[in-house]
Each structure stands twice: as C-alpha cells, then as structure tokens.
C-alpha cells in the first residue's frame, strides 16, 4: 500500500510526501503532455528528487502515474514507464548498436538531434560527451517511456544543439510525454518549462518570476 491519502492525477505524474533525508517532502503534479523544469543550486536535490521518482533512491512517499501508484508495481513495470536519464549515463557495452533496438527511428533521431551517422559504428568510448548525451537521449525515446526524467541532458552541448534537443522534447510532450528537466540553465527553463520549480532548502518553490 501507498499509504498515501488525497487524489492525484488521472492523467499524468502525482508525487506525494516524496523524501529522503534532508530532501523534501514534494507534492508535485505534474500532467501528462507537460514539462516541469527544477532549477535549484548544486546539491539542493535535484538528482534526488529524480532518482525517488524512478524508485531507485530509497524514499518515503509515494508517486502514481495516471492514478496508479509506484509502491503498488513491480518495480521494471515502474521504470518502463518512468524513465530515469542520468546525468552521466551509464553503458553495458562498448559498442553503440548494442543499445539500439530501432535502427531507422535511431537514424531519425539523431538527424534531430544533429548526431553524424559514424556515431552508430564508433566505440561508445571515443564519443565525445555531447554525443554520449544525445545518444542516451536517443536510447532512453527508442524505449517510449510514459515518463522521462531528464538530468541536465543538454549540459554538454552548445547552444545550437541544445535548440535541437528541446525541439526534439517539444515534439514528444505534444504527443503526450510527461517530462521532468533538471537544468541550471535558466534560459532553457524559460523556453521549455509549463511549469518552473527551484529546490531551496530541500524543498520545491513555484518560480513566478
Ligand atoms: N543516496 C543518498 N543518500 C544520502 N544523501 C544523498 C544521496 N544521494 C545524494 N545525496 C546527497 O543529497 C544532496 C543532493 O544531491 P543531488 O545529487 O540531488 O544534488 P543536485 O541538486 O542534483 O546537485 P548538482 O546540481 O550538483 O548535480 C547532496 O548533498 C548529496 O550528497
């Protein structure tokens, strides 16, 4: 059980009384086809926040997804649909097409995000850091998630390409995507964010700035 009480969205992300330690409690809804971006200083709780969400921290609270509750699913089923996009992602192999299941929607999409084609036949460890971004972005959209939950994913890119990621994002919140975007880019919020929070002292401040 959730033992968590009051209604939440029918149509999109509810986290409630979400925290861990010295981060949080958040209530946030966040609905679907929307995007909330939190801003915060280094080591307020962004990751964290994140990391609760996609059940991979320990936390109290809970979070449902079109009223259905994290705490009462198998945890693959959760992250299946609520994907976590690291900051630094991680890879299980050397070799870029191991992580791709869809070779022509991978093409599509690394033509949006503006990724040369040799990228796919390049050892992982040779890609530059944007690239290694864009490509988790890339792997993380090939898995068609419900939910992503996005650390700092342009952090490494210029400011043309990251122009293309957002697009790229845009395009998937019409379609009804639901994302979270951690940022330290303040003009980055102001172009994608429905909704813009900061973390301050543990917890979640609407921006109406
Ligand atoms: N598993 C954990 N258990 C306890 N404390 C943690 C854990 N993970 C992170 N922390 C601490 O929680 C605080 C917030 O960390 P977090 O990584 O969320 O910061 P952040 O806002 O994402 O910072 P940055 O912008 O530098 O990435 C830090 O003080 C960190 O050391």
């Not at 791709?100 to 530059?128: A, N």
């Not at 429905?194 to 301050?200: K, L, Q, R």
């Amino acid at each position: 059980m959730s033992g968590v009480s009051g209604s939440v969205l029918a149509h999109g992300l509810s986290v409630r009384g979400l925290r861990h330690a010295h981060v949080g409690p958040f209530d946030i809804d966040v609905p679907a086809g929307s995007c909330l971006v939190v801003t915060g200083q280094s080591g307020a709780g962004k990751s964290v926040l994140l990391r609760m969400i996609a059940d991979l921290d320990p936390h109290q609270g809970d979070v449902a997804l079109d009223g259905y509750f994290c705490s009462r699913m198998p945890a693959h089923l959760w992250r299946r649909q609520v994907l976590y996009l690291p900051a630094d992602p991680g890879w299980w192999s050397d070799i870029v097409l191991d992580h791709v299941s869809d070779k022509d929607c991978t093409h599509d999409l690394m033509e949006q995000v503006g990724l040369r084609r040799g990228v796919l036949y390049d050892p992982i460890h040779r890609l530059s850091t944007g690239e290694r971004q864009r490509l988790a972005l890339i792997r993380g959209l090939l898995n068609a998630p419900r939910v992503m939950l996005m650390d700092e994913p342009c952090s490494a890119l210029d400011a043309t390409t990251t122009l293309l990621v957002e697009a790229v994002l845009r395009t998937k919140i019409e379609e009804g995507m639901t994302i979270i975007l951690v940022s330290h880019d303040l003009s980055q919020a102001v172009r994608m964010a429905g909704t813009h929070c900061e973390i301050v002292r543990g917890c979640l401040h609407e921006d109406v700035s």
